[in-house]
């Protein structure tokens, strides 16, 4: 019969959260080495809940956790909601439902749908962004960063929505339109409190070599903070009375084939050398200029477009005029904002230089005619004054040496990392706890005042004018100054929502602390986190400021440790079926039917191709765990995820592939219906099919424990499988050996082994029982395959005992027809035996 799964996992499911099995504190009966803290990427609750997709990692930490606790260790194993965010709000404004109101219910389906999963978190420890007694320590942490003078005000350009009227971080634009509505993303200057994240460069740099992380990510985080050597060089706007254009360059060596220059559009100095003539032309090309993302100005198969300043300046090394000109292709937020054009040897200023008719000078000797395409290798400096004839190495030293000597220019280490534009002009955000007081500036609100709380209130309609929609709350705005006492106004700006997650992994060690985001005692027992399984997306963001923050926080000497997460994995994707237009657009799968076996898409009637994409509820192709688990169980859910494949790879969802899981637990399960016998497994067994189970579980016991501690599940699944075929096929199963099989299977189908382990006799959780162990004795083949070489060529096998010595071997091998054929009138001049293996006779 198949096993009773919807019995079995509510009644392990309310056991569990009656008897808080998986609750855990800092004991210190327990050595550090025996100590593991694993963290879940938190979700963001939203309305869709989770799909099949998002358990995946969740299961194989919880795997892990089960395995680590069966083995003397103690487990911290916590999961919490990452809960503000602009996707809330938006529903808040199209609905009138206050974003508190809907993202407690989402909580709520949430927490339900991973409980139903059987994941074994200490649920006392649940933490959630958006409640008053959490954010309370986002803003005292952030109030430690502006006393630090690492957050400060600013007007700058940013990413504006003009639908959600809100600015928008770079991570939050996807080709050019707003992630959440597919508006074109605009840029708009507005003032904003930005973290002085450059300040930690270099560390955030050297300390990725102490990491236990994909190389993958590690690179990744390298080539976004992105050190580079080079020099600042000063330029003199002809005409300013001495005024400057400082361009940063890791080629200064290539300064006299400089022939124009170009800024960024949003460079202060722009208004400056704009002359009267060019005025409105610079006004149309700057607005033109703001509709477009960071990503469409720097993408190098765009057509390059700019317009000349009217203004001038003087190259340093050789006192020549060159244009300068204001182009999209240049950021404000790399370097200086403003670059020396080389076309010569560049092919974005190439061909901007022919589109413009600008002069291209060669300065390293070519091997091809830069007046028809860049040279952009090396070459000797040609046509470059005292650099003629030096390499590029002793050319740039000998130009830094004559800009420091002339004082127009230095040596300077770069770095592409921007500080980070922390604000939002949004409500549904941890309030950012300043006032500005007309007589004593910006001031901190008190720690004694914190959490300053969001108002409660109906509207949350943005402003549009580049404020947040706090602005608007006037009983909430208007405050008393912490210093002086005089009227003064609340900070309406929010924190993105990266602020809360940056250190939840911290407030989880001592969630219920009303004193301090965490204990001293909680923090050196567990920290740092021992393995962090999230997706790969967030290389660069949430894991980038969560270091910066921590690094921040060690500096204040509130943690012990330099880096917070040591090892890192990124799960793959579980992906799932969609279609595709020869065009490349995706079709949801309700408009797309079979005839013939062909895909046709029901509006046009064309032929589409079936692809493997993301799940995606736009794609129309996500699988809900809820159907699974009501069909095929938990169990069978958590299992087949890991079966799929290795969990760093991506691969594709098939229901067919649950199914032959659940047959697996079915069987199982009819295995546990076998009389239980009480046999002494490590005496001598004369029955053959239990000598063959023995050293069939032995050798399970021995590959499950290695794969589990490896994170290697599917191949451990693939064992318990032989195992289950070979319990199969005897009358009775010696009890000890089912119960160390029901034990290894537990981690990995917990409601089941549950249920198992009571059927055996017992009366207590099997969650702290010892893992099995095994005797390598039992592991070991008593007759191995020998093959019969001759000239290194096989010709014959024979089986022969495990322990044949080489003699025994020979004589065997030269029985064998392989033998007889293949030497048959040569002479045996030498033999190799490979004990065990093989055996080689060389003939001639």
Same mark, same amino acid.
């Given at each position: 019969?198949?096993?009773?799964?919807?019995?079995?996992?509510?009644?392990?499911?309310?056991?569990?959260?009656?008897?808080?099995?998986?609750?855990?504190?800092?004991?210190?009966?327990?050595?550090?080495?025996?100590?593991?803290?694993?963290?879940?990427?938190?979700?963001?609750?939203?309305?869709?809940?989770?799909?099949?997709?998002?358990?995946?990692?969740?299961?194989?930490?919880?795997?892990?956790?089960?395995?680590?606790?069966?083995?003397?260790?103690?487990?911290?194993?916590?999961?919490?909601?990452?809960?503000?965010?602009?996707?809330?709000?938006?529903?808040?404004?199209?609905?009138?439902?206050?974003?508190?109101?809907?993202?407690?219910?989402?909580?709520?389906?949430?927490?339900?749908?991973?409980?139903?999963?059987?994941?074994?978190?200490?649920?006392?420890?649940?933490?959630?962004?958006?409640?008053?007694?959490?954010?309370?320590?986002?803003?005292?942490?952030?109030?430690?960063?502006?006393?630090?003078?690492?957050?400060?005000?600013?007007?700058?350009?940013?990413?504006?929505?003009?639908?959600?009227?809100?600015?928008?971080?770079?991570?939050?634009?996807?080709?050019?339109?707003?992630?959440?509505?597919?508006?074109?993303?605009?840029?708009?200057?507005?003032?904003?409190?930005?973290?002085?994240?450059?300040?930690?460069?270099?560390?955030?740099?050297?300390?990725?070599?102490?990491?236990?992380?994909?190389?993958?990510?590690?690179?990744?985080?390298?080539?976004?903070?992105?050190?580079?050597?080079?020099?600042?060089?000063?330029?003199?706007?002809?005409?300013?009375?001495?005024?400057?254009?400082?361009?940063?360059?890791?080629?200064?060596?290539?300064?006299?084939?400089?022939?124009?220059?170009?800024?960024?559009?949003?460079?202060?100095?722009?208004?400056?050398?704009?002359?009267?003539?060019?005025?409105? +032309?610079?006004?149309?090309?700057?607005? !033109?200029? &703001? *509709? %477009?993302?960071? @990503?469409?100005?720097?993408?190098?198969? #765009?057509?390059?477009?700019?317009?000349?300043?009217?203004?001038?300046?003087?190259?340093?090394?050789?006192?020549?005029?060159?244009?300068?000109?204001?182009?999209?292709?240049?950021?404000?937020?790399?370097?200086?904002?403003?670059?020396?054009?080389?076309? +010569?040897?560049?092919?974005?200023?190439? !061909?901007? &230089? *022919? %589109?413009?008719? @600008?002069?291209?000078?060669?300065?390293? #000797?070519?091997?091809?005619?830069?007046?028809?395409?860049?040279?952009?290798?090396?070459?000797?400096?040609?046509?470059?004054?005292?650099?003629?004839?030096?390499?590029?190495?002793?050319?740039?030293?000998?130009?830094?040496?004559?800009?420091?000597?002339?004082?127009?220019?230095?040596?300077?280490?770069?770095?592409?990392?921007?500080?980070?534009?922390?604000?939002?002009?949004?409500?549904?955000?941890?309030?950012?706890?300043?006032?500005?007081?007309?007589?004593?500036?910006?001031?901190?609100?008190?720690?004694?005042?914190?959490?300053?709380?969001?108002?409660?209130?109906?509207?949350?309609?943005?402003?549009?004018?580049?404020?947040?929609?706090?602005?608007?709350?006037?009983?909430?705005?208007?405050?008393?100054?912490?210093?002086?006492?005089?009227?003064?106004?609340?900070?309406?700006?929010?924190?993105?929502?990266?602020?809360?997650?940056?250190?939840?992994?911290?407030?989880?060690?001592?969630?219920?602390?009303?004193?301090?985001?965490?204990?001293?005692?909680?923090?050196?027992?567990?920290?740092?986190?021992?393995?962090?399984?999230?997706?790969?997306?967030?290389?660069?963001?949430?894991?980038?400021?969560?270091?910066?923050?921590?690094?921040?926080?060690?500096?204040?000497?509130?943690?012990?440790?330099?880096?917070?997460?040591?090892?890192?994995?990124?799960?793959?994707?579980?992906?799932?079926?969609?279609?595709?237009?020869?065009?490349?657009?995706?079709?949801?799968?309700?408009?797309?039917?079979?005839?013939?076996?062909?895909?046709?898409?029901?509006?046009?009637?064309?032929?589409?191709?079936?692809?493997?994409?993301?799940?995606?509820?736009?794609?129309?192709?996500?699988?809900?765990?809820?159907?699974?688990?009501?069909?095929?169980?938990?169990?069978?859910?958590?299992?087949?995820?890991?079966?799929?494949?290795?969990?760093?790879?991506?691969?594709?969802?098939?229901?067919?592939?649950?199914?032959?899981?659940?047959?697996?637990?079915?069987?199982?399960?009819?295995?546990?219906?076998?009389?239980?016998?009480?046999?002494?497994?490590?005496?001598?067994?004369?029955?053959?099919?239990?000598?063959?189970?023995?050293?069939?579980?032995?050798?399970?016991?021995?590959?499950?424990?290695?794969?589990?501690?490896?994170?290697?599940?599917?191949?451990?699944?693939?064992?318990?499988?032989?195992?289950?075929?070979?319990?199969?096929?005897?009358?009775?199963?010696?009890?000890?050996?089912?119960?160390?099989?029901?034990?290894?299977?537990?981690?990995?189908?917990?409601?089941?082994?549950?249920?198992?382990?009571?059927?055996?006799?017992?009366?207590?959780?099997?969650?702290?029982?010892?893992?099995?162990?095994?005797?390598?004795?039992?592991?070991?083949?008593?007759?191995?395959?020998?093959?019969?070489?001759?000239?290194?060529?096989?010709?014959?096998?024979?089986?022969?005992?495990?322990?044949?010595?080489?003699?025994?071997?020979?004589?065997?091998?030269?029985?064998?027809?392989?033998?007889?054929?293949?030497?048959?009138?040569?002479?045996?001049?030498?033999?190799?035996?490979?004990?065990?293996?093989?055996?080689?006779?060389?003939?001639?």
């Amino acid at each position: 019969m198949a096993y009773p799964f919807k019995n079995i996992e509510p009644k392990w499911q309310n056991y569990w959260d009656k008897n808080k099995t998986f609750r855990v504190t800092e004991d210190e009966k327990f050595s550090a080495d025996k100590r593991r803290y694993v963290l879940d990427m938190f979700p963001y609750p939203s309305g869709a809940g989770l799909h099949v997709g998002h358990p995946e990692g969740y299961t194989a930490t919880d795997i892990y956790c089960r395995y680590l606790r069966m083995n003397g260790y103690n487990v911290l194993h916590p999961m919490g909601y990452d809960a503000f965010g602009l996707p809330a709000e938006n529903y808040a404004i199209k609905t009138g439902t206050h974003p508190s109101i809907t993202t407690n219910a989402n909580i709520e389906n949430f927490t339900r749908q991973i409980k139903a999963l059987g994941f074994s978190y200490d649920w006392d420890r649940c933490v959630s962004t958006c409640e008053p007694d959490y954010y309370k320590w986002t803003q005292w942490i952030f109030l430690k960063l502006y006393e630090k003078g690492l957050a400060y005000e600013a007007e700058t350009p940013i990413n504006w929505c003009p639908s959600c009227l809100t600015g928008l971080a770079n991570e939050e634009v996807k080709e050019g339109k707003c992630e959440r509505c597919g508006a074109v993303v605009t840029h708009k200057t507005i003032r904003q409190w930005i973290l002085k994240i450059t300040e930690y460069a270099e560390r955030l740099l050297e300390d990725l070599d102490t990491l236990d992380w994909p190389d993958s990510v590690k690179a990744m985080q390298r080539n976004w903070i992105g050190k580079s050597f080079g020099a600042e060089v000063d330029f003199e706007i002809d005409g300013h009375n001495g005024e400057k254009l400082t361009v940063y360059t890791t080629r200064c060596d290539t300064l006299y084939g400089a022939t124009y220059m170009v800024v960024a559009p949003e460079h202060p100095a722009v208004k400056k050398i704009t002359t009267a003539e060019q005025k409105d +032309a610079v006004e149309k090309y700057i607005e !033109e200029a &703001a *509709k %477009k993302s960071d @990503l469409q100005r720097t993408d190098l198969a #765009k057509d390059k477009t700019g317009v000349f300043s009217g203004s001038y300046a003087i190259n340093p090394v050789n006192g020549k005029k060159i244009p300068i000109w204001i182009a999209d292709y240049v950021l404000i937020s790399y370097g200086t904002g403003a670059i020396m054009a080389v076309p +010569a040897h560049d092919d974005r200023d190439w !061909e901007f &230089a *022919k %589109k413009f008719n @600008l002069p291209i000078i060669e300065v390293l #000797k070519s091997e091809v005619d830069v007046q028809t395409q860049a040279w952009t290798q090396d070459g000797i400096h040609v046509n470059s004054g005292f650099l003629d004839g030096l390499n590029k190495k002793d050319a740039i030293a000998k130009m830094i040496e004559f800009l420091e000597e002339k004082k127009i220019g230095k040596a300077t280490v770069n770095y592409k990392l921007r500080d980070w534009i922390f604000s939002r002009q949004r409500y549904w955000g941890e309030p950012i706890p300043l006032v500005h007081c007309p007589c004593c500036g910006t001031v901190a609100v008190p720690e004694s005042e914190l959490p300053v709380k969001l108002p409660d209130v109906k509207s949350y309609q943005p402003t549009g004018t580049g404020e947040s929609p706090l602005a608007a709350i006037d009983s909430w705005v208007n405050c008393k100054c912490p210093k002086c006492g005089k009227d003064a106004k609340r900070e309406t700006n929010t924190m993105p929502q990266w602020g809360g997650s940056c250190w939840y992994y911290l407030r989880y060690l001592d969630p219920k602390n009303n004193n301090a985001f965490c204990s001293k005692e909680a923090e050196n027992y567990w920290m740092p986190v021992d393995l962090y399984v999230g997706g790969a997306e967030h290389a660069v963001l949430h894991l980038l400021y969560a270091r910066f923050w921590h690094k921040v926080l060690y500096d204040c000497g509130v943690v012990s440790t330099k880096e917070p997460f040591q090892r890192l994995i990124n799960q793959g994707l579980i992906t799932s079926f969609a279609f595709q237009r020869k065009n490349k657009t995706l079709v949801p799968t309700d408009e797309v039917e079979e005839k013939d076996g062909k895909y046709i898409e029901k509006a046009t009637g064309e032929e589409v191709e079936q692809i493997i994409a993301k799940m995606s509820k736009s794609l129309k192709n996500v699988v809900n765990p809820d159907e699974m688990i009501d069909q095929y169980g938990a169990d069978s859910v958590r299992m087949y995820e890991m079966f799929m494949g290795p969990l760093t790879v991506s691969k594709p969802w098939n229901t067919q592939g649950l199914v032959g899981i659940n047959r697996f637990l079915d069987k199982v399960w009819q295995v546990s219906e076998k009389p239980m016998a009480d046999i002494d497994i490590t005496a001598k067994i004369e029955d053959k099919a239990l000598v063959e189970l023995r050293k069939t579980y032995a050798k399970t016991v021995a590959k499950v424990t290695k794969d589990t501690a490896n994170l290697d599940f599917n191949v451990a699944i693939s064992q318990m499988m032989i195992f289950i075929n070979e319990a199969s096929k005897v009358e009775k199963m010696p009890k000890t050996m089912w119960e160390g099989f029901v034990l290894m299977l537990s981690p990995y189908a917990p409601h089941l082994g549950e249920e198992l382990w009571e059927k055996l006799g017992h009366t207590k959780t099997n969650a702290y029982e010892a893992w099995p162990t095994f005797s390598e004795e039992y592991c070991k083949e008593d007759t191995k395959e020998i093959v019969v070489m001759i000239n290194g060529k096989l010709r014959d096998k024979f089986e022969a005992a495990s322990d044949a010595d080489d003699e025994t071997l020979k004589a065997r091998a030269v029985e064998t027809e392989g033998y007889k054929k293949f030497t048959e009138g040569k002479e045996i001049v030498k033999v190799i035996v490979v004990k065990g293996k093989m055996v080689n006779f060389v003939a001639k």
